[in-house]
């Protein structure tokens, strides 16, 4: 009875805020200048025009907020997603976010807390179950409104189990099973990744480090197993059951990096990833270095990468890992 008076209360709250939002638009007083970002991007009415797209929607995939400080690791799942996005938290600290939908392994975690920066960056996405043990107070109703399927502890606690192996906070764990019945497959991935053979050119490369205020990761080229060995603040990146994480394709993205509408309960400022714009990357694949640009002109699209005379840029087959670093 607790959860259900608490979903009410967001449900209440996400609604006041909507009638709030369309009674300043109706007054013509909004302002793009303190508007908090919800990940909607421009989602259109659709009882404006009465006509509906004849193309089918994409199957949805699960996308795990993963805890990323020292006492969290080594993580469980983590080689099993086929995407892992880096980016900066409060105190230049990371955290992660797994797209699952080639597979699903049986459990995930730690499972940390959301951000707003999420929002934006699983608009791309057709209703993405996102899995996430909670978010600051007021950007709940931003959450609930978004076009996803998020599911906390306290919406689904039989999903969830706390295990023995680290202190609280970092020891909250997802059985992925109990949120999708299967793997929803690769169609899933809306992300405008291409895959296929290596452009002309690029560099050679062996390692590259791409560092935050106060985190770093590290991708060291292993030729005998054709994938970039994932190392995080000077440690190697292995799973719980001793499975050493290995990317196919490792994308540096420059992105802008701002301060967001929200703070933690220290008073820390969360950085707001901007990955909607465009800008250039670093691709890693096959051994070698690629200078790339990224496009990706609305939320709900996903994003094209380019070489520098613009073909397109196809990555390599198997897990990608992309770390929004700071333009």
């Known amino acids: 009875m607790g959860r259900m008076a ?9 609604a006041l805020l909507a009638a709030a939002v369309a009674a300043a638009l109706a007054s013509g007083c909004t302002t793009a200048v303190g508007r908090l970002d919800d990940g909607r991007g421009d989602v259109p009415d659709s009882t404006d025009s ?6 089918p929607r994409a199957p949805s995939p699960l996308a ?6 020292p006492a969290a690791r080594p993580q469980t799942g983590l080689d099993a997603a086929d995407i892992v996005y880096a980016e900066q938290v409060e105190g230049g600290l990371s955290r992660l976010m797994a797209v699952y939908a080639t597979k699903l392994p049986k ?9 707003e920066s999420d929002l934006e960056l699983l608009r791309q996405f057709n209703q993405p179950t996102l899995a996430f043990s909670g978010a600051q107070g007021k950007l709940m ?3 609930d409104k978004a076009p996803l399927r998020a599911v906390s502890p306290e919406d689904d606690e039989q999903a969830y189990y706390r295990g023995s192996d680290k202190p609280l906070p970092h ?5 992925p099973e109990r949120l999708l019945k299967s793997a929803p497959g690769a169609d899933a991935l809306t992300t405008g990744f291409r895959y296929g053979a290596a452009p002309a050119g690029g560099k050679a490369e062996s390692t590259r480090t791409v560092r935050f205020p106060s985190a770093r990761f590290t991708f060291d080229w292993a030729q005998d197993r054709q994938r970039w060995l994932v190392s995080m603040d000077g440690g190697p990146t292995v799973t719980t059951d001793g499975r050493r994480v290995a990317a196919s394709t490792v994308v540096v993205q420059y992105v802008n990096v701002r301060k967001s509408s929200f703070r933690d309960f220290l008073g820390n ?3 707001f990833t901007n990955t909607v714009g465009s800008g250039t990357a670093k691709v890693l694949r096959d051994g070698k270095v690629f200078d790339a640009g990224w496009k990706r002109p609305a939320a709900e699209d996903g994003t094209e990468f380019t070489t520098t005379d613009g073909s397109p840029l196809n990555f390599a087959e198997g897990q ?4 929004f670093a700071k333009a």
């Open 6 to 14: 608490r979903r009410r209360r967001r449900t209440m709250t996400a």
């Open 50 to 55: 009465g006509t509906e797209s004849a193309a």
């Open 64 to 69: 795990v907020k993963i805890d990323n400080v």
């Open 107 to 115: 459990a995930i975690g730690p499972v940390r807390s959301a951000r």
């Open 141 to 143: 109703p931003l959450i």
């Open 171 to 175: 020891n909250l764990y997802l059985r």
């Open 269 to 271: 400022n969360t950085p």
């Open 320 to 323: 990608v890992w992309v770390v």
